[in-house]
């Protein structure tokens, strides 16, 4: 997730902070514990010029565009494991995983064509949160029945935004732009997701030839999802 930041080379300031850290530890002779969190900040600006001339049969024309971008990225990745093992026949496990990040990018659009200048401001953020947990226990009944039980919890929360400005018309082969001094596009999406698994299997060990496996299970899925575009006028 962090390497495309830190390989990035198209910059001319770049600032890259990164840190982790780690953990394995046996609390008991029957309690065991690992963790580790990770965390990223990668900000970096960037320049770009570029001249393009077009050669037409009544003139030439020259076209200059210059880019200033300006992007931030962050995120922090971080689980934990436990296990536990109360006596030789059951076993009990956990684990939770979570991951943040957040990205902005701003970038300055502008071109010039002989007197003509046109300008587009475009700022991109996003954020988005994702858990993930799971929870499972076994049990040997006896030396020929065993049962377990697991749960597992999928969380998402997904929010961007982008944003146009100019005092140009943007956009209007999308949109229904209405004419105004100065032109905002405003864009919003927002996605939730709960997942929640919960599994319960039983064996049984007839005999040598003979074997019953039973399963019930049930899974429940939540998700909402809102967007909209709009157009904010001056007045």
Known sequence: DFSKFLMNTDFYESDNKFSAFNINHTI??????????????????TWQEQQNQYFTEEQDVLEKISRLGK?????????VN??????MREDISYSGFVKSSKNQHNENLNTRVDTSKNAIF?????EQVQTKQNLEWHKKVSAK???SFTLNYKGLKNDSGAEWNSQD?????????IP??????NQNEQLTTHNLDLL???????NNTNHIYTTVGNNNLYQTYFTQTLQTLSN
Do not use: M
């Open 200 to 206: 319960f299997k039983y064996y049984w060990v007839i």
């Open 71 to 79: 992007h931030e990225d962050q995120f922090v990745i971080g689980k």
């Open 28 to 45: 008991s002779n029957k309690t065991d514990l690992g963790a580790y969190i990770i965390y990223s900040d990668a900000q970096s600006k």
């Open 180 to 185: 105004d001094d100065y032109y905002e596009i």
């Open 145 to 147: 029945q065993t049962f």
């Open 169 to 177: 018309v943007i956009l209007d082969d999308y949109l229904p732009v």
């Open 122 to 126: 475009t700022f991109l953020d996003e």
């Open 82 to 87: 436990l296990d536990y093992k109360p006596n």
